[in-house]
Structures are given as structure tokens and as C-alpha cells.
């Protein structure tokens, strides 16, 4: 490789992402003789990986949230519900706290949802799930969030009383491979789409772009901070691949994929 490129491949080398990516963009580097000409066509390549399976954010029906703790679950419910009441009316609009008997959790859910400007109700058991749900039948939205604790017999158990409800997967940018394989252990199309927070906070997203990269999961939202507003609703590859190639430690600027084709146009 050219010297220009060697600090480049060393960056990828030292960062700790899956063998497998880092084989893959280490072939990307031959083809080009500077380093930003390198990171352009891996970024390019990724954002394009990352899109390939695009969500709609505003699903009528139930929809459950679902993921680790920690990873920003009724923050990112909240600006789901904000989003579809602007979309369907806030009277259309109910979010169901599900089995979250964490201290604080029930008054988060409470004041997140109040922010959002609809109403929230409280199940903690099965049996008073699919009365409620028989009581919101009529909402076009049910957003149901859980506990980031037996996720998957929380989500059996709301799939008994709700067969046609979707599921979507929220974890921190960060996430490691053994949180992402434990979340993703069920059988494949369980999961409608995932929601990446916390991409301001990450700095080696690797493990996620590989896994996204592999899974037939599509991106449906990205947030970077913990307001309601922090949040994009909708495909967040090129926020998530930001952050990854910034985490490399290179100064070289970085052409964005829609740079890249506009320069193609000229």
C-alpha cells in the first residue's frame, strides 16, 4: 500500500471490530492511493450496506419495544409515541408500560409519555395486558414498553395476547456481540426492525454495523441524546458509520456518500 494508506490500514487493524468487517474494508484500501479517497469508498460502502433494508417509523397496530436495560427503551417509546400522535392524532395514541417493576420505571414511563402528549397505562401481568388492549382496541397505536429483564418471555407472553403485534429491537450504538446474540437468539422474523440509541456515546459501533451488515433486521431510527427531539426518525446509517469511522482516530476528512455523488454528477 501506498505510505499515505498505511495509517489508515493500521486504524483498522487496531480497531476492535469483527475479523470478518475488518477483512472486508482492509480490501477496499488497493483500490486508492489517498486516504481520504480509502475512508470515502468504506464509508460510501457501509452507509449503503446499512440501508439496504429500510423501516416506516409510523405502524399503525400494537408495537412493542423491546431490548437490554439500560439501552434507552422508554425514551425511544416516547419519541415513537410523539411521532405517531403528530401522525395519527394523540387521541389515536396509547403506550402501555408492561411488567417493568423497576423503582422509578413506572413514573418515567408516566412523564416521558406526558411529554409525548399521550395517554399511558400500566400492566403487570398478562391477564391485565389483554384487558387493556381490549379496552385500546380501538386506538390505531398501542405501543407496549418492557422490562429489560426476560425479554423473551415478555415478548411470548405479548405475543398471546397480541399475535399481531411487531417487534423492535432498541440497543445502545455500542452494543457488544454477546448482547446482540442473546437479544437476537429467537427465531428469525421475530423482529421487525431495530433502533440504535445512544450514538453520540459510541465510539466503536463495530459490532452492531457487522451484525446489521449480516441480519435482514432493517435500521427504523437513531438517537444521539436524551431529549425527545435528539432522535432521527428513520434510517440512521450514515449517523451510525459517523461515528465508527471517527472512533478510527484519523484527521482526514471524510466525503459523505451524497458528496460522492454529486461529485459523480459533475
Not at 417509523?57 to 412493542?64: E, K, L, R, S, Y
Not at 411521532?83 to 408500560?97: D, K, R, T
Not at 399475535?163 to 437479544?183: G, I, M, N, Y
Request: overall charge negative.
Amino acid at each position: 500500500l501506498p505510505p499515505a494508506l498505511q495509517p489508515v490500514r493500521q486504524a483498522l487493524q487496531d480497531a476492535p471490530m469483527p475479523s470478518a468487517l475488518r477483512a472486508l474494508l482492509l480490501d477496499v484500501l488497493p483500490d486508492h492511493d489517498s486516504a481520504e479517497s480509502a475512508l470515502s469508498a468504506i464509508r460510501a460502502q457501509l452507509e449503503h450496506t446499512l440501508s439496504e433494508r429500510p423501516c416506516a417509523v409510523n405502524h399503525p397496530g400494537v408495537q412493542v419495544v423491546a431490548g437490554p436495560s439500560g439501552s434507552g427503551k422508554t425514551l425511544m417509546l416516547a419519541r415513537l409515541a410523539q411521532n405517531m400522535a403528530l401522525e395519527h392524532g394523540a387521541e389515536q395514541v396509547a403506550v402501555i408500560s408492561y411488567c417493568d417493576l423497576r423503582p422509578g420505571a413506572w413514573n418515567q414511563a408516566q412523564l416521558l409519555s406526558t411529554q409525548s402528549g399521550v395517554e399511558c397505562f400500566r400492566a403487570t401481568s398478562m391477564g391485565a395486558l389483554k384487558l387493556l388492549l381490549e379496552d385500546l382496541s380501538h386506538r390505531r397505536v398501542v405501543l407496549i414498553d418492557t422490562a429489560g429483564v426476560q425479554t423473551q418471555e415478555r415478548m411470548q407472553e405479548i405475543r398471546t395476547v397480541a399475535p399481531q403485534a411487531q417487534f423492535h429491537a432498541v440497543v445502545p450504538a455500542d452494543a457488544s456481540v454477546a448482547t446482540l446474540r442473546r437479544l437476537f437468539a429467537s427465531p428469525e422474523g421475530t423482529w421487525h426492525s431495530l433502533l440504535v440509541s445512544k450514538i453520540d456515546e459510541s465510539t466503536q459501533p463495530w459490532a452492531l454495523i457487522q451484525f446489521l451488515s449480516e441480519s435482514r433486521v432493517g435500521l427504523m431510527a437513531g438517537s444521539k441524546g436524551d431529549k425527545m427531539g435528539d432522535w432521527t426518525a428513520g434510517p440512521c446509517a450514515a449517523e451510525l458509520v459517523e461515528a465508527a469511522l471517527a472512533g478510527l482516530g484519523l484527521s482526514t476528512p471524510v466525503s459523505t456518500q451524497s458528496d460522492m455523488v454529486e461529485q459523480q454528477i459533475v
